[in-house]
């Protein structure tokens, strides 16, 4: 079973910026396709940024494109997501999640029911 461990999070100003990182350990890392969702009290479980297996394909949800950025270093056994120009409705628990049995290395996968491993999430608090 892959573990994934997100750390990163914390309190920060409108307008500034936080790196979250997810550490996978107990499988093969560079298997997994991988991605981040948010969840905000009051609201549906959000899809933020997905990852293939190679980093060579990406995507985003549409609130935050042009600010987040998703990567992945597979030597590392770890996923990134650097996160620009913060607003207040960023505030979440950022969860990182694995999905195992991507067919390829440019495989992405949007929807959370594909996913079979997730972390434990991280608060994420844009506040002034």
């Known amino acids: 079973q892959l573990q994934l461990v997100e750390s990163g999070g914390g309190l920060v100003q409108p307008g500034g910026s936080l790196r979250l990182s997810c550490v996978a350990s107990g499988r093969t890392f560079s298997d997994y396709a991988m991605g981040w969702f948010r969840h905000a009290p009051g609201k549906e479980r959000e899809f933020v940024a997905a990852i293939s297996r190679g980093g060579g394909n990406i995507a985003y949800g549409d609130s935050v494109k042009c600010r987040f950025t998703i990567s992945r270093a597979n030597f590392e056994n770890t996923v990134f997501l650097q996160m620009n120009s913060l607003k207040p409705e960023d505030t979440a628990v950022y969860y990182c999640?694995?999905?195992?049995?991507?067919?390829?290395?440019?495989?992405?996968?949007?929807?959370?029911?594909?996913?079979?491993?997730w972390g434990q999430g991280t608060q994420v608090t844009v506040s002034s």
């Open positions: 999640a694995a999905r195992p049995g991507a067919p390829n290395l440019r495989t992405i996968f949007l929807a959370e029911s594909e996913y079979g491993a």
